[in-house]
């Protein structure tokens, strides 16, 4: 069993910068692979962004690459989402998801995701 914690949401003004992580419970961390989704309201929950359990490869939505940076520290079990030049659109709830994947073509699959945490609110406001 794995569980995320999603933590560094807040309010912040278009083009400034913020970075979410997730800690996570149990032994598994280093063998998962780890995804960023977001969720606005009235919307459907998408995927933003995913990193292999080495870290070796990572792979964007087309609407955040060059913007968003993920990462992921095995060794204190916790991946990132560096946010930079946020806009007033990047405002939703941000999930972070664990599953067995290592890459294509499943690592945007919502249902492809054993483990989700509880979100973590970003408000991007003009």
């Known amino acids: 069993q794995v569980q995320l914690v999603e933590s560094g949401g807040g309010l912040v003004q278009a083009g400034g910068s913020l970075r979410l992580s997730c800690a996570a419970s149990?032994?598994?961390?280093?063998?998962?692979?780890m995804g960023w989704f977001r969720q606005a309201p009235g919307k459907e929950r998408d995927f933003v962004a995913f990193?292999?359990?080495?870290?070796?490869?990572?792979y964007y939505s087309s609407f955040v690459k060059d913007r968003f940076t993920i990462s992921r520290d095995n060794a204190k079990n916790t991946v990132y989402l560096q946010m930079n030049s946020l806009k007033v659109e990047d405002t939703a709830v941000y999930y972070c998801a664990a599953g067995r994947i290592g890459g294509p073509p499943y690592y945007a699959t919502r249902r492809a995701y054993d483990y989700w945490g509880q979100g973590t609110q970003v408000t991007v406001s003009p």
């Open positions: 149990g032994r598994e961390f280093s063998n998962l692979g």
């Open positions: 990193i292999s359990w080495t870290g070796s490869a990572t």
